[in-house]
């Protein structure tokens, strides 16, 4: 946790939506689906992964559904990977291989 997280707490709880530990995952999650999003328009496996709207709106509701309980998880592959970033593309993985790419296949 970060002092925003513990000691400045009171202090900076009108903006803690965006600068805590948790805020910062929960964006590094939204960026990584936008990217992925955006690629899809020149990279032609990420055209297939991304074929309609219908995949989009999934991708994008794991981001905008991002909960202390993802968040958890992201900081518990974080202890595995020792990186954040990484951490946060595995958890994407995850959340794909277990909503996305398994209701696609039925």
Excluded: Q
Excluded at 43 to 48: A, H, I
């Amino acid at each position: 946790l970060c002092p925003l997280d513990g000691r400045y707490r009171g202090r900076v709880a009108p903006v803690r939506a965006y600068f805590s530990e948790l805020a910062l995952i929960r964006y590094r999650v939204r960026v990584e689906v936008e990217y992925l999003v955006a690629l899809r328009t020149v990279v032609p496996v990420l055209r297939e992964l991304f074929a309609d709207e219908t995949t989009v709106a999934k991708w994008r509701a794991i981001a905008t559904g991002f909960s202390i309980a993802d968040a958890r998880r992201c900081k518990a592959i974080e202890k595995v990977t020792n990186h954040d970033v990484k951490a946060v593309e595995y958890f994407l993985k995850e959340r794909y291989d277990a909503e996305i790419n398994t209701m696609s296949s039925e």
